[in-house]
């Protein structure tokens, strides 16, 4: 079937076994369907297939934030064998197993699990679609893009909205959704419109669980595909007021969110920062704390954007963390989209 034959990455923990061990899905089409295999002892190996389940697959499909289980398809070692979950386990790591290495297999029995970030089974359609975020800074924000009979295409932004787009950021594990841009905002598709009028109530765990017209069925163009913006896209947010598309710039580094200096912060900047959240072109870039004082690091300064970057990181700036500021400097921008 066209669920054999997948790839996959993992991570893995043994009865007993306290360390955090790797794991990846092999030989498949997607980062959420393959052969597993994982590291040990710093040797990748796999997992045998004897008493391997759906049960087993849907604590790896939850684990990688890749939905659930769709099949448990059954010259390095075999590492586990006899893999029992009972379906509730957060990890694989809480499953209960024979010890690393101690098996009775062959690599005709490697396990594997076929599960997609994305499956599109409404209006009668069952096949494993395919999605991607392209155009934007970081595959967790850009244009919308699916797969189907092995054809990339768009999605129409009528109806679209930030519902729908935190159905993506979750299936995609890309956090929650900071807006759902319409008209382009990633430039246009050139290939075949795919989804249109799609409304999701936002507990779907799946795109392929929202309502939507039926595949190609649309009246629409390309200046309306559809984006979404993620939380965990470009380390860079708005905060400290009512819309995430104006505030105080905060950008994250070495795990420490931090402000922007307001030496020659201008509209340019602020552009970039806009585009960057999906948040449409910039309005102002208003200085001197006007969204209020962080009260951590200050880790830009001298921050200059020719206005073509794709992220805030692109620009020419000092180097992190290096300036001569005060948090009364900090700088804000407030973008033409009020983010929803």
Known sequence: SALVGCLHLWVFADSGISEV???RLANGPSRCAGRVEVLHNQQWGTVCDDSWDLQDAGVVCRQLGCGTALSAPGSDRIWLDDVNCAGTEVALSDCRARPWGDNNCHHGEDAGVCLFPWVFAGSGISEVAQ???VN????CAGRVEVLHNQQWGTVCDDSWDITDAGVVCR??????ALSAPGGARFGQGSDRIWLDDVN???????????????WGENNCNHGE?????CSEVAQLRLVNSRSHCAGRVEVLHNRQWGTVCDDSWDLQDAGVVCRQ???GTALSAPRGARFGRGSDRIWLDGVNCTGTEVALSDCRARPWGDNNCTHGEDAGVVCSESGS
């Open 171 to 176: 299936q995609l594990g890309c956090g929650t």
């Open 131 to 133: 999605l991607q975020l």
């Open 225 to 229: 595909d559809a984006g979404v913006v």
């Open 200 to 214: 999701c109530t936002g507990t779907e765990a799946a795109l392929s669980d929202c309502r939507a017209r039926p």
């Open 277 to 279: 959240l999906g948040c």
């Open 136 to 139: 934007g800074p970081s595959r």
């Open 21 to 23: 061990a790797q794991l």
